[in-house]
């Protein structure tokens, strides 16, 4: 099963990588022939795509590999890690295009740059641009469905960007036409702030999950729920979650009674593991449960 998940997280990626090789050679070598700063700007955001989509392979491929004595819960960190860099190129990117634009406009204004018009045909690269970015958001957005990979999540919010940049590319060539020149740096002023938007928002998801943030309350509301419909069980004293890729590590204390033997607390123990896991089979990569004496009257009526 897993091995199918990779798979298809394997072809969102390299889908995106030869798509992003096609769209830096047309937007950038369209924007330099054709006059367009706005189409050279997201020529620069296709060619840093490149270089993060393979950092990208390779650490989804150590996330791949299998549990070992040194990490017996596996690798599957490595896809949060994946997406941190994915995060910091998109930043990178941001601040690349927005201080070119920013130097752009002030030639403009100043008349200090070569004041031509962008050439027509650059809309074409524009619009293709714009259609396949569709598809690939589409495409990896339901492998994402499937999967729950956060580094395909990051990919599916990097080609909605480049939707977005490429929608702005259009609007400026259509401006620039008309002869409003200073619109096209702006244009790839407010691409670069609504790449960098994006950016910081992967890698803070990213963050939180490397740091074990509670995936959400709901989450454990249902987790003692669930504990707390099983015979014998008074309370849950503590929940702790470890998060490994798109799986958890769940480590659960619940009161008993202290009357009871040992063997009676583990077959306790052992039908809450397997009542969360039926509940969540596809979450849960390990359940520890500690069980924990209480006395008569400390305990909890569920």
């Known amino acids: 099963m897993q091995e199918h998940l990779n798979k298809k997280n394997n072809i969102a990626v390299d889908l995106g990588l030869f798509t992003n090789i096609l769209l830096a050679i047309l937007k950038l070598s369209g924007g330099i022939f054709g006059r367009s700063y706005a189409l050279i700007a997201d020529g ?18 150590a996330a791949n590999k299998p549990a070992d004595k040194e990490h017996p819960y596996g690798h599957r960190q490595f896809e949060n890690i994946a997406t941190i860099v994915i995060g910091a190129f998109i930043v990178t990117t941001a601040l690349a295009i927005a201080w070119q634009s920013v130097d752009r406009f002030i030639e403009i204004m100043q008349n200090t740059g070569e004041l031509k018009p962008v050439l027509s045909w650059t809309i074409y690269i524009a619009l293709f641009t714009v259609l ?34 490429a929608t702005g590319v259009v609007v400026s060539i259509i401006f620039t036409r008309m002869g409003f020149l200073w619109v096209d740096p702006i244009a790839g002023a407010l691409v670069a702030v609504f790449i960098l938007k994006t950016g910081i928002g992967i890698i803070l998801d990213a963050t939180h999950e490397l740091i074990d943030t509670i995936p959400s309350p709901v989450f454990l509301t249902e987790i003692k ?6 015979e014998g069980i008074y309370d849950v004293s503590d929940v702790g979650v470890h998060r490994f890729g798109t799986h958890f590590v769940l480590n659960m204390t619940i009161d008993v009674s202290g009357s009871i033997t040992v063997n009676k607390g583990h077959l306790i123990s052992e039908i809450l593991e397997k009542k969360l896991f039926q509940e969540y089979e596809d979450t849960l990569k390990r359940v520890n449960i500690h069980y924990h004496p209480v006395i008569p009257q400390t305990q909890v009526s569920k």
């Open 44 to 61: 620069i955001n296709s060619a840093a795509d490149i270089v993060y989509y393979l950092s990208v392979k390779i650490l989804l491929k």
């Open 225 to 230: 729920q669930i504990a707390l419909e099983i």
């Open 132 to 165: 396949l970015k569709i598809a690939l958001y589409i495409f990896t957005n339901r492998v994402h469905k499937v999967t729950g990979n956060p580094a395909i999540k990051a990919l599916t919010s990097d080609h909605l960007n480049d939707l977005f940049a």
